[in-house]
């Protein structure tokens, strides 16, 4: 062979080694791409065989010719089509149904079973060592007969799985019994049986891959601190057989993504520790720490198993957030009794920023926002732990709830929603039962004004547009759950202003007249703004109180005890704003066009309603200031006379205006009302003077009524 050939075989060996070191490379980066892998080896492995024959010597030439070799171009690759992916059918209800009979079937056996040896001891057949005996025999024929029946091939799986758990019901529950209630065996052998059970349960689940196996091995299994309470070991030995079991199941969640049992798991965990550390104050603080290790633990599985493609990440989150702020709830509790416990919160403020840097990094916005108001709230209630001024908590509370309802919104997590939802509303009743805006500028004040603040933003928040709905929030749209909340955020509005007036204007019981003109200026302003602002709810509500207390503040004169023109003003106001929409229904201004689809058949008897209304404002108005001795008694009836015929007068101009004959006709009744008030009753209670200017001035309208109707 040429050194000419043996450089070129040199060089395409090394071409060849490059080619392999990529190939590895792509393998390490691109587990999922396999196709496109495969394809690739193909191509290598096609052009080394080529290069190989095109190096072989040709049989016809001669072997020591320097002629080169004659190499063939490789061949365009082929694209291969990755094969589609099998979609695993769903199971129908009835199915699942079927699939979950056996496991509840063997509940009821095992119940019946155990309920029935009792039965027979209590007759006096079996002693109490035979019947313990008879139990744990019975839990070995479970496994043995689902041995038998998974080798055989025979039944259902749902039928083996159901004796493998039988057998483990079973073996904890006359363990227990056998220790605690018939004390046949010692404690600790009662524990070592325990145990052995319970590497038993973990195994058939890590095997089985059943993860309603695995729940209920995990709540079983943590039922036996109280046992180990029981028992009267160290609450340092139970703390460290929650977590080292919490740990052990980990190995079943991760192997089989049972996502269920994470959270079921974790939940009576952080319970159990709960429990142990209420029961032994001493280790409160070992106790606290153990908590934090078992949310360490969960929170490195639950990054391990979060998925942002499924469709379910929302409810994962809110889990998430829930198990988060249960546990802060109960770190609360145990931390209590110890001295600077808010070391212990600032611990786990840094392990909810640990879980927001990673779910920043891994770009998973929903964990990263949960995570980043889980620290936040921790860290307020760190600051409620300090010896912070007094009465700063009433603040930070409400404050917190706030922070868990706009979390909610944010994720769009139904379950959040509703657990948030519940606490603000707690919250905020008892902040405004229990502060007064009394004084001004105190931090009472504030925790009184902020919550309608906050109710005012989560309104803001919900009711932004979303391109798709849940399923949860089309449940709310038809519930009118968020034009509700535009109705609560008024009512809180008014509820405040009404204490703002029996603190500073008025007492409690007597007229709140402030929150009376807020809440005509609020109606006014509902009927200016469209409805998709404000909601379907809010103008309706807003319209009946605002008829209810024109009625009842309008009509009736009543003395307010030095403060008369306070009551003066709450009427010129209502009687301003009945004018300003009548003008405005007439005009056809911004009311008309908002409404404008109902108003072309409503505008006769709104317009109607609204005159008499306005009539009733002025006749309320001129008794009052009669009744306050402010207007001789006698002017009151002239000038209430004057009224009516001016009312009737202006109902039938508008209505010859604009061709309303609901309004013609109101008119005629109110002039004949007028008529028979003149007639009756003002000329044997007037003198002569005022009768005399009373006619005139009626007479003067009554010509000009007549001069216009007839015009037109």
């Given at each position: 062979m040429s050194l000419e050939m043996e450089r070129r075989i040199a060089k395409l060996e090394n071409e060849m080694m490059?080619?392999?070191?990529?190939?590895n490379e792509l393998k390490a980066k691109q587990v999922a791409n396999t196709n496109s892998l495969s394809a690739r080896k193909s191509m290598i492995e096609q052009s080394s065989s080529i290069t190989a024959q095109s190096l072989k010597p040709n049989s016809k030439s001669d072997p020591t010719s320097n002629s080169k070799p004659n190499l063939k171009p490789d061949p365009e690759p082929k694209t291969m089509l990755a094969p589609e992916k099998k979609v695993q059918p769903q199971r129908s209800l009835e199915e699942r149904i079927m699939w979950a009979l056996p496991k509840l079937f063997m509940v009821v056996l095992v119940m019946g079973v155990l309920w029935g040896l009792k039965l027979v001891s209590d007759y006096g057949y079996l002693s109490n060592g035979v019947k313990i005996i008879l139990a744990y025999g019975l839990s070995l024929v479970f496994v043995a007969m689902a041995y038998v029946l998974e080798r055989r091939k025979v039944g259902s799986p749902a039928i083996t799985i159901s004796l493998y758990g039988g057998a483990f019901i079973v073996g904890i529950l006359t363990t227990a019994a056998s220790a605690i209630l018939y004390e046949i065996i010692g404690l600790t052998m009662a524990l070592v049986i325990a145990v052995i059970y319970i590497g038993y349960g973990i195994a058939i689940s890590y095997l089985k891959k059943n993860e309603v196996l695995t729940v209920f091995v995990a709540f079983t299994s943590l039922l036996l601190p109280y046992l180990l309470e029981y028992m009267n070991f160290s609450a340092v030995i139970i703390l460290i057989y929650v977590i080292v079991l919490f740990a052990m199941l980990q190995l079943?969640?991760?192997?089989?993504?049972?996502?269920?049992?994470?959270?079921?798991?974790?939940?009576?965990?952080?319970?159990a520790v709960s429990i142990v550390a209420f029961m032994n104050i001493d280790n409160r603080a070992i106790m606290a720490i153990g908590l934090i290790a078992v949310l360490v633990i969960y929170y490195m599985s639950w990054c391990r198993l979060f998925n942002t493609e499924t469709k379910w990440k929302h409810i994962h989150v809110g889990l998430q957030f829930s198990l988060g702020a249960f546990s802060l709830l109960l770190m609360n509790l145990i931390i209590w009794p110890i001295e600077y416990g808010e070391a212990l919160l600032?611990?786990?403020?840094?392990?909810?920023?640990?879980?927001?840097g990673y779910g920043y990094k891994q770009k998973w916005q929903e964990a990263f926002d949960s995570a980043v108001t889980l620290a936040f709230i921790t860290l307020c209630n760190t600051l409620l732990v300090m010896s912070l001024p007094e009465k700063v908590d009433h603040l930070l509370f409400?404050?917190?709830?706030?922070?868990?309802?706009?979390?909610?919104?944010?994720?769009?997590?139904?379950?959040m929603k509703v657990v948030g939802s519940l606490l603000f509303a707690i919250t905020l009743t008892i902040s405004f039962m229990i502060h007064e805006p009394t004084p001004f500028f105190s931090i009472d004040h504030a925790s009184l004004l902020m919550p309608g603040i906050y109710l005012l933003i989560i309104y803001v928040y919900a009711r932004r547009p979303k391109e798709t709905l849940t399923t949860f929030e089309k449940f709310t749209k038809d519930l009118y759950v968020i034009d509700i909340l535009a109705v609560i955020v008024a009512g809180y509005f008014l509820a405040y202003i009404g204490k703002l007036d029996a603190a500073y204007f008025v007492s409690a019981s007597n007229i709140p007249h402030m929150m009376c003109m807020a809440l005509a200026l609020l109606f006014a302003g509902s009927l200016l703004v469209p409805t998709k602002y404000i909601g379907r709810a809010l103008t309706p509500v807003l319209t009946a109180f605002f008829l209810l207390f024109t009625l009842s503040i309008e009509v009736i004169p009543y003395n307010m005890q030095g403060v008369e023109w306070l009551n003066i003003v709450t009427r010129i106001v209502y009687l301003a704003v009945i004018v300003a929409i009548i003008a405005d229904l007439l005009m056809k201004g911004r009311i008309y066009q908002i409404y404008k689809e109902r108003m072309e058949k409503l505008l006769d008897p709104i317009v109607s309603a609204g005159v008499v209304l306005t009539m009733i404002a002025v006749w309320g108005l001129i008794f009052q200031l009669s009744y306050n001795s402010i207007l001789d008694w006698k002017l009151s009836i002239a000038f209430s006379s004057?009224?009516?015929?001016?009312?009737?007068?202006?109902?039938?101009?508008?209505?010859?205006?604009?061709n309303l004959r609901t309004l013609r006709l109101t008119g005629f009744i109110i002039l004949v009302f007028a008529f028979i008030k003149l007639i009756f009753f003002d000329l044997s209670a007037l003198d002569l003077l005022i009768r005399a200017a009373l006619f005139?001035?009626?007479?003067?309208?009554?010509m000009l009524l007549s001069g216009r109707l007839l015009k037109k």
């Open positions: 490059d080619l392999r070191e990529e190939l079943v969640i991760h192997q089989h993504k049972q996502k269920l049992a994470l959270y079921i798991a974790t939940f009576f965990s952080v319970l600032l611990v786990l403020v840094i392990l909810f920023a640990a879980l927001a409400p404050f917190i709830a706030f922070a868990g309802v706009m979390m909610s919104l944010r994720l769009r997590a139904s379950l004057i009224t009516l015929f001016l009312t009737a007068s202006i109902a039938l101009w508008l209505s010859s205006v604009r005139i001035t009626i007479g003067g309208i009554g």
